[in-house]
């Protein structure tokens, strides 16, 4: 049995037996065993005389109960927080390195690792604050600079049951992969040290943004806090996945293609590698999703399951596509479909049943294949690892899809002055939702479009994003990083 | 000293039948390298991500022996025979002449050293 549900069993155990002995003997002694570990599932000691009342008695429990609840939260959303995390080490490191030539995996899988030692040190210092924090509608402020404030209370706008501090290191993993997956957009040619400047700059100019007008207090587009266009994004299909993968389509469209692209042909150097990659996502993104719920309940539930359909559907709908196009179902189409699924449920995954997931996910597969099979050979961008046909693509049919199926039975967002729930979505008679779907995904299209560019060009200007032929021939496992990723030749066995 | 080398480059698959063949014969020393190439066989295409490529250095197997004359040619009999399946692909064999053979060990020179 798990460490989360043994928890809880616990807490909700000496709950129901301290209630049978409260009620048989009221009045009377209660005797219970001090567990000696951690105060939030202590059982009272006993009380020495009969002479202590029952309110205060009574007061004591319903402190228990808050407890056990938020032991319960708070063991579930770490867990997400590492389940995020996963995603980013090994998951998405691994996904992108078996798709790149084998002389830059080392290069690939550096530039998603150092997301996880760079972002957290600018989470820690400025960023959490920034995204999180209060400040007007589009940014927060300084207040939680070098983490002030941010200890074990919780802070009730975001979650009354965990700490603060569980909540901001669950937004700091996803604000580390979100600019790791950009990276696959210029993957093989684009030099660390601007690769390293430019994902700086833009987590503090995109990604905080708009972190803060979806889900920061007082954020523009934020459903939950009275946003002024309260746009449904449940773990963060605009805020992740729209930002990044429009933001890699400006990138790869400004540091051009690959030498040699598209005629040379440039297959994945391991297949197996993405496979591993993308299996660790699809449960990582258990965290991401299920984990959005911020507490351990049936929205978590509700969550959990949606992602999973969605991305089982997702993958018959990528291989179904190219079974059909091309004979053959990949294993690359197939694992790209379940990411693909992924991204789309993403932002809709607190709000729609299961069927609404599969219809979701299914969709994303067979929209996404097409993205990256037909129209970026149309177009002609060098997008080498598909972030924008993935997750620019996924995230904004994702979103425009919540704004079609999200339903108050599955999670009541929108309430009138008395408290009973609204319609969310266009299928249950909010149409309008879609006007706010259409306006978060627009800004956030905007701000990466925008902030992108310009963060490109101040790096360039700076210091130069490309590598140089002889360099990107020669391979950045060498010239970034002075090293090799498989020794096996050349050594003496 | 005359002595031959005897390069054959074969399918992957006969390597096994090829090295019992020689074996039986009395053949017991040889080179075995990995390749990658093609003669008049053609290749296939693979789909990545939607993007076709046409794979066309297939995988092959190249031995190469270092034989006193008169034992080429059972050997290339021997060879021919184990590695044939009669379809395109098959591979070929080369000879040519070695100028000297030294065994590392005792520094024997000529037939001596194979």
Same mark, same amino acid.
Request: aromatic share 8%; charged share 15%.
């Given at each position: 049995?798990?460490?989360?549900?043994?928890?809880?069993?616990?807490?909700?155990?000496?709950?129901?037996?301290?209630?049978?002995?409260?009620?048989?003997?009221?009045?009377?002694?209660?005797?219970?065993?001090?567990?000696?570990?951690?105060?939030?599932?202590?059982?009272?000691?006993?009380?020495?005389?009969?002479?202590?009342?029952?309110?205060?008695?009574?007061?004591?429990?319903?402190?228990?109960?808050?407890?056990?609840?938020?032991?319960?939260?708070?063991?579930?959303?770490?867990?997400?927080?590492?389940?995020?995390?996963?995603?980013?080490?090994?998951?998405?490191?691994?996904?992108?390195?078996?798709?790149?030539?084998?002389?830059?995996?080392?290069?690939?899988?550096?530039?998603?690792?150092?997301?996880?030692?760079?972002?957290?040190?600018?989470?820690?210092?400025?960023?959490?604050?920034?995204?999180?924090?209060?400040?007007?509608?589009?940014?927060?402020?300084?207040?939680?600079?070098?983490?002030?404030?941010?200890?074990?209370?919780?802070?009730?706008?975001?979650?009354?049951?965990?700490?603060?501090?569980?909540?901001?290191?669950?937004?700091?993993?996803?604000?580390?992969?979100?600019?790791?997956?950009?990276?696959?957009?210029?993957?093989?040619?684009?030099?660390?040290?601007?690769?390293?400047?430019?994902?700086?700059?833009?987590?503090?100019?995109?990604?905080?943004?708009?972190?803060?007008?979806?889900?920061?207090?007082?954020?523009?587009?934020?459903?939950?806090?009275?946003?002024?266009?309260?746009?449904?994004?449940? !773990?963060?299909?605009?805020?992740?996945?729209?930002? =990044?993968?429009? #933001? *890699? /389509? %400006?990138?790869?469209?400004?540091? @051009?293609?690959?030498?040699?692209?598209?005629?040379?042909?440039?297959?994945?150097?391991?297949?197996?590698?993405?496979?591993?990659?993308?299996?660790?996502?699809?449960?990582?993104?258990?965290?991401?999703?299920?984990?959005?719920?911020?507490?351990?309940?049936?929205?978590?539930?509700?969550?959990?399951?949606?992602?999973?359909?969605?991305?089982?559907?997702?993958?018959?709908?990528?291989?179904?596509?190219?079974?059909?196009?091309?004979?053959?179902?990949?294993?690359?189409?197939?694992?790209?479909?379940?990411?693909?699924?992924?991204? !789309?449920?993403?932002?809709?995954?607190?709000?729609? =049943?299961?069927? #609404? *997931? /599969? %219809?979701?996910?299914?969709?994303? @597969?067979?929209?996404?294949?097409?993205?990256?099979?037909?129209?970026?050979?149309?177009?002609?961008?060098?997008?080498?690892?598909?972030?924008?046909?993935?997750?620019?693509?996924?995230?904004?049919?994702?979103?425009?899809?919540?704004?079609?199926?999200?339903?108050?039975?599955?999670?009541?967002?929108?309430?009138?002055?008395?408290?009973?729930?609204?319609?969310?979505?266009?299928?249950?008679?909010?149409?309008?939702?879609?006007?706010?779907?259409?306006?978060?995904?627009?800004?956030?299209?905007?701000?990466?479009?925008?902030?992108?560019?310009?963060?490109?060009?101040?790096?360039?200007?700076?210091?130069?994003?490309?590598?140089?032929?002889?360099?990107?021939?020669?391979?950045?496992?060498?010239?970034?990083?002075?090293?090799?990723?498989?020794?096996?030749?050349?050594?003496?066995? | 000293?005359?002595?031959?080398?005897?390069?054959?480059?074969?399918?992957?698959?006969?390597?096994?039948?090829?090295?019992?063949?020689?074996?039986?014969?009395?053949?017991?020393?040889?080179?075995?390298?990995?390749?990658?190439?093609?003669?008049?066989?053609?290749?296939?295409?693979?789909?990545?991500?939607?993007?076709?490529?046409?794979?066309?250095?297939?995988?092959?197997?190249?031995?190469?022996?270092?034989?006193?004359?008169?034992?080429?040619?059972?050997?290339?009999?021997?060879?021919?025979?184990?590695?044939?399946?009669?379809?395109?692909?098959?591979?070929?064999?080369?000879?040519?002449?070695?100028?000297?053979?030294?065994?590392?060990?005792?520094?024997?020179?000529?037939?001596?050293?194979?």
């Amino acid at each position: 049995m798990s460490k989360v549900s043994r928890l809880a069993e616990i807490g909700v155990y000496r709950f129901l037996v301290l209630t049978c002995l409260l009620l048989s003997s009221l009045g009377g002694e209660v005797r219970a065993q001090v567990s000696g570990n951690q105060p939030s599932s202590a059982v009272v000691a006993s009380a020495s005389s009969a002479a202590e009342n029952p309110s205060a008695r009574l007061a004591k429990l319903e402190a228990q109960v808050a407890d056990a609840k938020s032991s319960a939260d708070n063991a579930w959303m770490l867990t997400s927080s590492a389940l995020v995390l996963l995603m980013t080490g090994p998951g998405l490191a691994l996904f992108y390195c078996g798709l790149v030539r084998r002389k830059n995996v080392l290069a690939t899988m550096m530039q998603s690792f150092a997301m996880m030692a760079i972002i957290t040190v600018l989470w820690g210092l400025f960023s959490y604050s920034l995204a999180f924090g209060s400040g007007n509608s589009f940014i927060g402020g300084l207040h939680h600079l070098f983490l002030r404030g941010v200890g074990v209370q919780p802070d009730p706008d975001y979650s009354s049951t965990i700490p603060l501090q569980t909540f901001m290191v669950y937004q700091l993993m996803f604000a580390i992969i979100t600019p790791a997956l950009i990276t696959g957009a210029f993957a093989e040619r684009m030099k660390f040290s601007a690769m390293a400047l430019f994902l700086i700059l833009w987590s503090i100019f995109v990604y905080d943004p708009m972190a803060h007008m979806v889900w920061g207090k007082g954020g523009l587009l934020n459903a939950s806090l009275g946003g002024r266009f309260p746009t449904l994004d449940f !773990a963060g299909g605009t805020v992740v996945h729209v930002t =990044s993968g429009v #933001s *890699a /389509l %400006v990138c790869a469209t400004y540091l @051009g293609k690959r030498l040699g692209y598209p005629k040379e042909a440039m297959p994945p150097h391991s297949v197996v590698l993405s496979f591993i990659g993308a299996c660790l996502l699809w449960v990582g993104w258990f965290g991401f999703n299920a984990g959005s719920a911020l507490a351990a309940g049936s929205l978590a539930t509700s969550a959990f399951v949606a992602t999973h359909f969605g991305a089982a559907a997702a993958v018959i709908g990528w291989a179904g596509a190219e079974w059909i196009r091309n004979g053959k179902p990949s294993a690359l189409g197939a694992i790209s479909g379940a990411v693909a699924g992924l991204v !789309a449920i993403t932002p809709a995954a607190g709000f729609v =049943s299961p069927m #609404s *997931a /599969l %219809v979701i996910g299914l969709l994303a @597969g067979i929209v996404c294949y097409l993205m990256v099979a037909k129209v970026k050979a149309i177009f002609g961008y060098d997008d080498s690892l598909d972030a924008f046909g993935v997750h620019g693509a996924g995230g904004t049919l994702g979103a425009l899809l919540t704004g079609i199926f999200a339903v108050k039975a599955i999670n009541p967002i929108f309430k009138d002055s008395q408290g009973n729930a609204l319609p969310s979505g266009l299928l249950e008679g909010n149409p309008h939702q879609l006007v706010n779907q259409l306006v978060g995904i627009a800004i956030a299209w905007v701000l990466a479009i925008v902030g992108t560019f310009i963060i490109l060009k101040i790096v360039d200007a700076l210091i130069g994003l490309r590598v140089s032929p002889e360099h990107e021939i020669q391979g950045l496992d060498l010239s970034q990083h002075g090293e090799e990723g498989y020794y096996w030749e050349a050594s003496a066995l | 000293m005359p002595m031959t080398k005897v390069e054959a480059v074969i399918q992957p698959s006969k390597l096994d039948a090829v090295k019992d063949a020689l074996i039986e014969i009395g053949i017991d020393g040889m080179t075995v390298i990995e390749v990658r190439g093609h003669g008049r066989q053609k290749g296939h295409t693979e789909f990545y991500r939607g993007r076709e490529y046409t794979v066309d250095l297939l995988p092959k197997v190249k031995l190469e022996l270092v034989l006193s004359d008169e034992l080429v040619d059972k050997a290339v009999q021997a060879i021919i025979n184990a590695a044939r399946t009669g379809k395109i692909g098959d591979g070929k064999i080369f000879l040519s002449r070695v100028d000297e053979a030294i065994r590392i060990r005792n520094e024997e020179r000529g037939v001596a050293a194979l």
